[in-house]
């Protein structure tokens, strides 16, 4: 019976420790995030379609910064009782908040660490889209063909 209480008194003793967790977890989720919108957007310019999954975690991660604004202003209102103690229920749910979001982004960013390839091949792509799309091809076909218009009569 004592156990349940102290894990309960836990969340107001640790409430800035709480959130100073909350915090660094919320850097290395955008860190991460920054990281895939890189990969998919290199995923993108090479023709490749983007894994549902990886849409998925990428929404995910938008959503759960997007609260976490909120939940920051939260916190910032410092709600104290009667101007001079600090409200110790506020503390409490906040910081029950702060450890339930700090647990969600862990899990998203293992999430993270276990992604696969970002994109696959477009099946209806052409197999020859490399080659289109080389510069060196092209000044080589354009060396040919003007060559070739300067040779004939």
């Keep these: 019976m004592v ?9 107001v003793c640790r409430f800035h ?7 660094e977890k919320k850097c290395d ?3 991460a995030r920054d990281r895939l919108k890189h990969e998919i957007e290199d995923a993108e310019r090479q023709l490749l379609l983007i894994q549902k999954d990886v849409q998925n975690l990428q929404s995910k991660a938008g ?4 609260d ?5 202003g ?13 409200n110790w229920i506020w ?8 450890m339930k979001k700090t647990h969600d982004i862990s899990e998203l960013l293992e999430k993270f660490d276990r992604l696969g390839p970002v994109g696959y091949c477009d099946p209806t792509a ?23 218009k300067s040779l004939k009569p």
């Design 3 to 11: 156990k349940p209480v102290g894990c309960q008194l836990d969340y």
């Design 17 to 23: 420790d709480n959130v100073e967790k909350l915090r």
């Design 29 to 31: 989720l955008e860190s």
């Design 63 to 66: 959503e759960i910064v997007s």
């Design 68 to 72: 976490m604004g909120t939940l920051k």
């Design 74 to 86: 939260e916190i910032q209102l410092n709600k104290r009782c009667l101007n001079w103690c600090p």
């Design 91 to 98: 503390r409490y749910h906040l910081s029950k908040k702060a």
């Design 126 to 148: 052409l197999p020859t889209i490399d080659f289109l799309c080389s510069k060196e091809l092209w000044f080589r076909s354009l060396r040919r063909l003007l060559s070739n």
